[in-house]
Each structure stands twice: as structure tokens, then as C-alpha cells.
């Protein structure tokens, strides 16, 4: 009788912890959803050059090849970037220019975001002319998993 009640309170202690150490986990299907929605929003500016998303998760990096890009046909003038967050949490991005076949960095300070759906602007160093791609990578700051995306604007400049 001692043995049995030795396992139960085992169990019911485990399954106490559980209780209060398990978080949430982030709803990344609603994440997706909402990413789209914003995307297609911004899609649909006369100046929109595309938009890039991408799930960041607690084990992203911008050295674990976890980067975005979107390559463009011709030359672009890059003149703003919106940036949005979606499932919990926050992120901090960062992007990166293509000129010619010179990658640069620095167009923008990393940027932390809370991961609440609201676009915010990403301060770019100066309007970015003759770039023919866009990398962005994103870092988990806190929580378990989010869907950052980004929607870039300007014109052609061929």
C-alpha cells in the first residue's frame, strides 16, 4: 500500500510541474494567417516591391542561414520598409542590401518588435538606389516562435 502510494504522489508531483512549467505555445497557423493578411495589404500599394516572411523561432540566428531574400528583375529604389510581428513574443530584425554583387549591411539598426501584428517603419540609413535584392533575418528575443514579415516600397529605377 506504501509502494502505490509513493507512485501516485510521484505522478501527481510530475504532473504539477508540468502544470507549471509548460507555457503556451504560440498559435503559428494564426500567425501565418494574419502574416498573409498583411502582405496582401501591403501588396496592393502602387509603390510595393514585395514583402518577405519568415517563422522565427528561439533557436534563430543571423548566423544560422535563417535569412529571407527576395531578389528583384531590375534596379529598385528602396525608399521604406514596414515591418510586422505576428504570434507573441519579440524579434529583432535585421536587413541587408544587394548593389550590384555587393551584399551591405547597416541600412537599418536592428530592430526589436513586439509581436502584437502592428507595422512599424524600419528607418532606413537613406533612400537605397540601384539594389537588386533584400535579405532579412530575424532573432527571437523572447518567447517561443513568431512570424515576422516585412514589405518593402519604392521604385524602379530602370
Known amino acids: 500500500m506504501q509502494t502505490i502510494r509513493r507512485i501516485v504522489s510521484i505522478a501527481a508531483a510530475g504532473v504539477l ?19 498573409e493578411a498583411f502582405e496582401t495589404e501591403a501588396s496592393e500599394r502602387d509603390d510595393a516591391l514585395g514583402v518577405l516572411s519568415s517563422r522565427v523561432t528561439n533557436t534563430s540566428s543571423a548566423n544560422d542561414n535563417s535569412s529571407v531574400e527576395i531578389d528583384f528583375p531590375s534596379d529598385v529604389l528602396l525608399s521604406e520598409v514596414q515591418a510586422a510581428c505576428f504570434g507573441g513574443g519579440e524579434v529583432q530584425i535585421s536587413l541587408t542590401v544587394r548593389e550590384g554583387s555587393s551584399w551591405s549591411g547597416g541600412e537599418t539598426e536592428p530592430t526589436s518588435l513586439a509581436c502584437t501584428g502592428n507595422s512599424t517603419p524600419l528607418t ?35
Do not use: H, K
Open 17 to 35: 510541474l508540468a502544470g507549471c512549467s509548460a507555457s503556451e505555445p504560440p498559435d503559428l497557423t494564426g500567425a501565418y494567417q494574419l502574416s
Open 124 to 158: 532606413l540609413r537613406a533612400d537605397l538606389a540601384d539594389i537588386n535584392a533584400v535579405m532579412f533575418s530575424g532573432r527571437l528575443v523572447s518567447g517561443d516562435g513568431a512570424v515576422a514579415s516585412l514589405a518593402l516600397f519604392g521604385d524602379a529605377t530602370d
